[in-house]
């Protein structure tokens, strides 16, 4: 009982990754834009669903404004291309940076609010950043940003073209399958069984030694961390960007087990999507 | 003296009055979301498209060749009849689960969505203009305000008052005041919950709607009108309380001149985030607002 991941779902994901791949190169040999292109998109708004799964699926708390995540990574990225320098890991650094900044401020509004009305606040200040940026001029206005170039994506060993479909898709699959194992990770940790403790009975989570805001702070953040991760592509891929809403709903999970772990030992890490915690794992026995 | 008296005249004077003529229709909004809220629970986040709703009616209607005075009429109904079927079908669906914020939240806000992209496919996303049935201006206290204005202001106090005459002296307004406050008490004492329910969503879109009729000539219609509306009507349910509508009324006054005032000295494009910033304030020091729930005294 110790995994939430089950043994189908690793399954599906192991051939989710093979299908992935081979479309991919059956694309690249077709010579196809459309349907990589749209696949691509499909797996970035797969990102922003697991972060918003992260919220509402496992944390029970429904944020209607992760769309200002979505698009906050697109607006850094897309500037620290175009005036910065165009290298994809400054881009990611800054869009990094920015959403972890702008997501606690945005988490420590938000989470005193409960149920509807955390719902009402993020939704509140997505529609407010919205509308501050399209009547900003120097941010593109109601036009969005355009002329943002093109630029190579440089691993060390070797460097992708994003201009390439196919090469930008597998870059993309790889992003999404680290994000996906990370945050199975995460689920697991004594961290993500807090969550799941929240979602379940959240009065009760304080009784038991957690200290639930906190949790749901870092969650919060964490999530809108991933969320403008995937959200490069707009800079990296199309033209212009301009916010617009997304919504996407995700499933709940299985109720939890909650098991006794230190809060202390939170610490938010801000490279990357796993807070360090957990000097010893707990193994659950049922 | 007299630069007071002139600023007074020219600048403040018609300011009020236009704060006040939003206000009017947006305290009709937020009396909607609110009374919903006080009964049923539920937060409409399609309130601001049956606001378009109302708006895209009278423009069909208005087109049809019908008088605008019997659009005012008319629309109400149609929309209360959309709502109606609207709670009955979808919303008393997922109404009992245990999830029921976030599902109805959900169902809401899918359904504004939907209704947001079905205004596009027909009306087409350029704005739409319905002709104002009053012409002309008049001088009120030697400050020239157009005729329809004052029309709104006066209409729109009538029917707050009608609303308030309804929940609270009406036997339909006691049968909603006591569902509000149990519903299983109000259901064994022989009141018709789930009617009550589906009349009370549908009394709120209609009045989403009328706003929408009243204020399509002042404003231009377009299919994301509801959404650039339904946060300013948000702000003044949160700030006056979920579910008061003494609350919706005066904060939805203050918010108005707020709103109005604060524009002559900061650009327009930040009053939306100003109100935005009290509604928040007033979550995190005050969550309750200014007033009680309905039922609740």
Known sequence: MDDLETRPQRILAAAFLVFALAFAAFGAMAGDTFFLRLATEALILAGLAMAVDVLLGYTGLLSLGHALFFGLGAYVSALALKHWAPSFWGALGATLAVATLLGSVAGFISIRARGVYFALITFGLAQVVYKAVYNTRELGGSDGILGIPEIQINFGLFTAPAASPAGFFLVVLAFVMLMYLALAYLMRTPFGRALLAIRTNEPRVPFLGYDSSRAKLIAFTETTKSAPMTMRWCSVHVPSTDFRAVRITAPSSSPPTPRRWRARCIRCCAASCRPICSPSRPRATR | ?297
């Open chain 2, 1 to 297: 003296m007299t630069d007071l008296a002139e600023a007074l005249q020219f600048v403040y004077g018609p300011q009020v009055l236009n704060g006040l003529a939003i206000g009017v229709a947006v305290i009709l909004m937020a009396l909607g979301l609110t009374i919903i809220f006080g009964l049923l629970d539920v937060i409409n986040m399609a309130h601001g498209e049956c606001y378009a709703l109302g708006a895209y009616l009278a423009v069909s209607l208005v087109a049809a060749g019908v008088n605008f005075w019997l659009c005012l009429l008319l629309v109400p109904v149609i929309a209360a009849a959309v709502g109606y079927f609207a709670e009955r079908l979808l919303i008393q669906r997922v109404f009992h689960s245990r999830d029921r914020h976030v599902l109805t939240l959900l169902l809401t806000f899918g359904i504004a969505i939907i209704a947001e992209d079905v205004f596009k496919l027909i009306y087409g996303p350029n704005p739409h203009k319905v002709e104002s049935p009053i012409q002309g201006a008049s001088e009120l206290l030697g400050i020239m305000l157009p005729n329809y204005r004052l029309f709104l202001i006066g209409a729109g106090t009538a029917i707050i008052v009608a609303v308030w005459l309804v929940v609270y002296r009406t036997s339909f307004g006691a049968m909603v005041r006591a569902a509000a406050f149990d519903k299983h008490m109000a259901a064994s004492l022989g009141v018709p919950v789930q009617r009550v329910c589906a009349t009370t969503f549908a009394f709120g879109v209609a009045l989403a709607a009328l706003s929408g009729v009243l204020l399509a000539p002042v404003y231009s219609v377009f299919p994301t009108m509801g959404k650039d509306f339904i946060l300013l009507a948000f702000s003044v349910v949160i700030v006056g309380g979920m579910g008061s509508i003494k609350g919706a009324v005066l904060a939805g006054l203050v918010l108005t001149q707020i709103q109005s005032i604060s524009s002559l000295y900061v650009s327009p494009v930040w009053s939306d985030p100003l109100v935005f910033g009290i509604m928040v304030l007033f979550l995190m020091v005050r969550p309750e607002g200014l007033a009680g729930r309905l039922g609740h005294g």
